[in-house]
């Protein structure tokens, strides 16, 4: 009875398990003379998960984003060759040097926003927004946490692609640079508008089967706790 239970409970869930990485970043990594917004601007960590449908990026600062609200989280994205080595989706002086083809920019004050732009090959486009009808993307800040979320479908990702990604801080203005980021432990510029290369972190979308078999996993430790 036990292991039908087990079965029927994965069958149901599995579509919306997800598999998750951590990814943890030194505190108090931003230069002297910039100012750090209360320590939002400072990355601590992130959560990255992805299930049938979604990426999710679960980001930690250092401080209230609800107390300082004015800086912007970017996420830069290879997912494959080809892409842009001198460049991003805002313009900003911010490059991934393994080719960025997919650019997640998002604010959190002005009832906060985000843009899905990516790169044809010889220039970046706006793919989707949260301002549009029907995005595929969102952002929402509480406390010290910034979530990132995009479906697969609007990033051209499918199950076993592997993306090689930073999560970076920038200030308000068109020409601020990465001020933190997730994948350098040390400062990442010294200027707020002094240019960077930003990090190739690895994360693996996983199939269906393989949230099956960790949430196998976690019934079966589960039962053993309970013996």
């Known amino acids: 009875m036990m292991k039908a239970f087990m079965g029927m409970a994965l069958v149901a869930c599995a579509g919306s398990m997800a598999m998750a990485d951590v990814y943890t970043d030194s505190a ?4 002297d003379g910039i100012n750090n917004a209360g320590g939002t601007m400072d990355i601590l960590s992130a959560e990255v998960t992805s299930d049938a449908t979604s990426i999710t990026f679960k980001i930690t600062v250092n401080g209230d984003t609800a107390a300082t609200d004015w800086v ?3 996420v830069a994205i290879n997912s494959k ?14 490059i991934q040097s393994t080719g960025m083809d997919i650019w997640l920019g998002s604010w959190i004050d002005s009832g906060n926003g985000i843009e ?3 790169w044809d090959g010889a220039a970046w486009n706006l793919t989707s927004a949260s301002y549009q009808a029907n995005p595929n993307v969102s952002v929402i800040k509480s406390g010290n946490m910034v979530t990132i979320n995009a479906t697969l479908a ?10 090689r990604f930073d999560i970076v801080s920038s200030g308000g203005g068109g020409t601020d640079g990465a001020i933190d980021s997730l994948a350098n432990p040390t400062f990442q510029v010294f200027d707020w508008g002094q240019p960077s290369d930003v990090g190739n972190l ?10 099956v078999l960790a949430g196998l996993a976690g019934l ?3 039962g053993r706790r309970r013996r």
């Open 116 to 118: 899905n732009r990516q």
């Open 72 to 74: 912007k989280y970017m």
């Open 28 to 31: 108090n990594d931003i230069a």
């Open 154 to 163: 609007g990033l051209g990702l499918a199950f076993g692609d592997v993306i």
């Open 220 to 222: 079966g430790l589960a």
């Open 81 to 94: 060759p080809g892409g842009d080595t001198t460049g991003n989706g805002w313009g900003r002086p911010i």
């Open 202 to 211: 690895v994360f693996t979308i996983p199939s269906p089967s393989a949230a």
